[in-house]
């Protein structure tokens, strides 16, 4: 593995997460662009079977750790269990998907090998073989570059959505090998009591495929079942802008922003959203983007696909009953 790429991928009772996928989709291209190969490292629980899943993408192999230090995620047992992997294979660049596991134990890691970390990118280059990364700065205003000076390796984590998992590379027939780790010296300082969902009975928007998300144009939350009905007959979840959460019109679980969560569906349709950049940085990797505003001139038409100018309270029932319509033909 000495000098090439080592993706850490991410994964939740056994299965691959989208967010491992895109960071293996992430080594996949920086590998071509380099023409290095790509190996991947699967941590915790069930590992095992997730490294498996992990070994049908095109990458060279696929190692991983179970051991009873990583039953549970803490970021002693985790920065630990890749440092060894680490300084056994030295990998020139350390790849992971920007989760909030990843934000947790990633900087240790890299404080472990005296390095610097090039967090929460949303894109990178190749300039003569060395490799320059973006991301963004001032609440997203201004898109930066960095690059590494340092002797590797370098560690490097991509935004949800900057590289889609689409992109990946799969019919491999990588090798899936036990890490043969020995944390028993390791000292977890975090004892987990209970694993619990954060809002429970309540949906995952970053597992949707399609979001209808609606903003402060709604104007009364009495409206709120014109767009409720779009998300319906389109077999989507529904979303919101920062307003209408904090208006107690949705609930905070719902929100899609810097201050709430980050998608990367494959449709995702802003209702009455002008566009403003805390809300962009939460979306912005969906695939495909559908605006809806009154205000021709509002950002959010400067990052959509397709664009409807017009007033969202003729144009979404119009569109709810096109909708119908064509599935009943």
Request: charged share 20%; aromatic share 6%; proline share 3%.
């Amino acid at each position: 593995m000495a000098n090439d790429i080592l993706v850490i991928v991410e994964q939740n009772d056994g299965k691959v997460s989208r967010i491992g996928w895109e960071a293996l989709a992430a080594g996949q291209e920086i590998g071509a662009s380099v023409n290095m190969e790509v190996h991947a490292l699967v941590l915790g629980q069930n590992a095992a079977a997730a490294a498996k899943e992990a070994a049908t993408a095109k990458i060279q192999s696929v190692a991983f750790a179970e051991n009873k230090e990583l039953a549970y995620y803490t970021p002693d047992g985790f920065s630990a269990a890749a440092k060894q992997v680490i300084e056994k294979n030295a990998p020139r660049y350390v790849l992971v998907g920007h989760s909030y596991q990843a934000r947790d134990y990633l900087p240790k890691l890299a404080t472990a090998f005296e390095r610097s970390l090039i967090g929460d990118c949303i894109g990178y280059r190749n300039e003569g073989g060395n490799l320059v990364f973006v991301r963004q700065t001032f609440q997203g205003k201004i898109n930066a570059d960095y690059a590494f000076t340092s002797a590797p390796p370098y560690f490097i984590s991509f935004q949800a959505g900057a590289i889609s998992s689409d992109k990946l590379q799969r019919g491999g027939s990588a090798a899936v090998v036990d890490a043969g780790l020995d944390l028993s010296g390791v000292n977890i300082r975090t004892k987990v009591m209970e694993i619990f969902e954060g809002v429970k009975g309540k949906v995952d928007l970053t597992k949707a495929e399609i979001i209808v998300s609606v903003g402060r144009g709604i104007k009364e939350k009495d409206k709120l079942p014109i767009v409720e009905e779009l998300a319906k007959v389109m077999g989507a979840e529904l979303a919101a802008s920062r307003p209408v959460c904090d208006d107690g019109w949705l609930p905070l679980d719902r929100q899609i922003g810097s201050s709430g969560q980050t998608v990367s569906p494959k449709l995702y349709v802003a209702v009455g959203i002008s566009g403003a950049i805390q809300h962009i940085v939460g979306m912005k990797g969906s695939r495909v983007i559908v605006a809806i505003n009154k205000d021709e001139r509002a950002p959010i038409f400067d990052l959509a696909d397709y664009g409807i100018v017009g007033d969202l309270f003729e144009v979404v029932p119009a569109l709810t009953a096109a909708i119908k319509e064509a599935k009943s033909a």
